[in-house]
């Protein structure tokens, strides 16, 4: 896939301090449309989630049409407490393939198959290769394309009942964008924003889903139809708003992720008793941490100080490749541990006993828009940002800026190790983090910008 280099430079938005609602006027009403709601944990619930919290602050009655027995493995039921009391959430029931899977797998005498395991970049056993294909070329856009008809059979007669004329759209998984598509056909007047959190015919992932050119051509000409029709477009990181108007020819917003500043009010930062390093969330074959772990191996072989005084967890979904490589390494395997996902309230209290949040962006041809969800707590927390990635692109950008990290690309193995041996020295000698300003990135400041876009 061969995409055209932008020459813009990324820049920190300038925060914008929101001010609450404060006249008599009835609230605006939105109906958002996501997949991902809790009990569903991870990053990919906590975009709109946030975004739901805080519309009331500025004007809106935000409604949230989602599924009601999703397929998600990471279950996490303290964001319950973030919904507020003015949302009304509909939930409508899903059916969708991976039951499917699971169950052919289960009679072939396997474990269920974890998603994650899906994602496989280099040799796949003849299970991976069918479910792949099968996923890449007969699912389009995706697995949940099945909820489609249904949900716009409903929410057509919803909108009306309910007097509801914006909507939101939020992908992946982009088969949400048809419903919109397919409601904005339906009644043109309809004020549909589009929301892209990650790309869609460009997406890596689709690369390792064995797509024909047929179905690529297909989720090409779908995305474009979406981003032709939808009123607004809007994306997480500036990469993506270049190469989305480049696919759709029309203006794309730039609202990135944040951090919700109430999370982070009780952290207490502790002196930890090792050198910990922690990398929270979703490990696969495009998002790699090799290169770090064998600069991490480097450096414990030529140090026993380092050695004994090094600790690394990986908390969340990480593939089988990379635990076996970890597993079979006589090094490694003593000083680095797995932990399932963690409820958020949990992470946030673990944010406090870490002295480095390590980041690994996908070694894809998109890595310089890779902004992770996570990325922006890892700057509320105040640790230190290790990031194995693109020196040139987004993330590396607001790291510069907010001086609150370094990124180093995956193949520099001397470098990361200087890096990590500079930062454990620091640690050895009790040194403090500088203080840094992400104001920009707060949920709440977010939340005025979408509010202000989609008036």
Not at 41 to 48: E, N
Not at 102 to 114: E, F
Not at 370 to 391: C, D, H, Q
Not at 430 to 443: L, T
Request: hydrophobic share 40%.
């Amino acid at each position: 896939m061969c995409l055209p280099v932008s020459n813009a430079q990324p820049q920190v938005p300038s925060a914008q301090y929101p001010t609450p609602n404060t006249q008599n006027q009835p609230p605006k009403k939105l109906l958002i449309i996501t997949y991902y709601w809790p009990p569903s944990g991870g990053s990919g619930v906590q975009r709109w989630l946030k975004f739901v919290k805080y519309l009331p602050s500025f004007g809106w009655q935000p409604f949230v049409f989602t599924p009601e027995n999703p397929s998600f493995e990471i279950r996490d039921d303290t964001l319950m407490k973030d919904v507020p009391p003015q949302a009304e959430v509909i939930f409508s029931p899903i059916w969708e393939p991976y039951t499917v899977l699971n169950t052919i797998s289960r009679l072939a005498g396997k474990k269920p198959v974890s998603q994650i395991d899906l994602v496989a970049t280099g040799r796949k056993n003849l299970f991976q290769r069918i479910t792949s294909w099968i996923r890449g070329n007969i699912f389009i856009p995706d697995a949940r394309v099945f909820w489609v008809k249904p949900s716009v059979k409903f929410l057509g007669d919803f909108l009306i009942a309910n007097e509801i004329t914006t909507i939101i759209t939020t992908g992946p998984p982009h088969s949400l964008h048809l419903i919109g598509l397919k409601l904005k056909t339906k009644n043109p007047s309809l004020k549909w924003i589009a929301d892209f959190r990650d790309p869609w015919s460009e997406w890596d992932l689709l690369d390792t889903l064995s797509l024909t050119d047929w179905a690529r051509k297909k989720h090409q000409n779908l995305e474009r139809e979406v981003l032709k029709r939808a009123d607004r477009v809007i994306t997480i990181a500036p990469f993506h708003v270049n190469r989305l108007e480049v696919l759709g020819g029309g203006k794309v917003d730039l609202i990135t992720n944040g951090f919700d500043e109430d999370d982070f009010a009780g952290i207490q930062k502790v002196k930890t008793k090792k050198f910990t390093i922690r990398h929270i969330g979703m490990v696969d074959e495009l998002r790699d941490p090799k290169p770090f772990m064998k600069a991490v191996r480097a450096l414990a072989e030529a140090s026993l100080d380092f050695s004994e005084n090094v600790i690394i967890e990986f908390i969340g979904s990480v593939n089988s490749a990379f635990r076996e490589f970890v597993a079979k390494d006589k090094v490694l395997s003593t000083i680095t541990v797995f932990s399932r996902p963690a409820p958020h309230a949990d992470l946030l209290k673990l944010y406090g006993e870490t002295d480095i949040q390590l980041l690994v962006l996908a070694h894809t041809i998109l890595a310089a828009g890779n902004l992770p969800g996570k990325f922006f707590e890892y700057l509320a927390s105040g640790n230190f940002i290790f990031g194995i990635g693109p020196v040139d692109g987004d993330a590396a950008a607001i790291l510069l800026q907010t001086k609150a990290g370094i990124m180093i690309e995956r193949y520099n193995g001397d470098k990361i190790k200087t890096a990590l041996r500079i930062r454990f020295e620091e640690w050895r000698s009790g040194s403090i983090e500088v203080k840094r300003d992400v104001s920009a990135f707060s949920r709440k400041v977010l939340t005025k910008k979408l509010s202000d876009l989609i008036g």
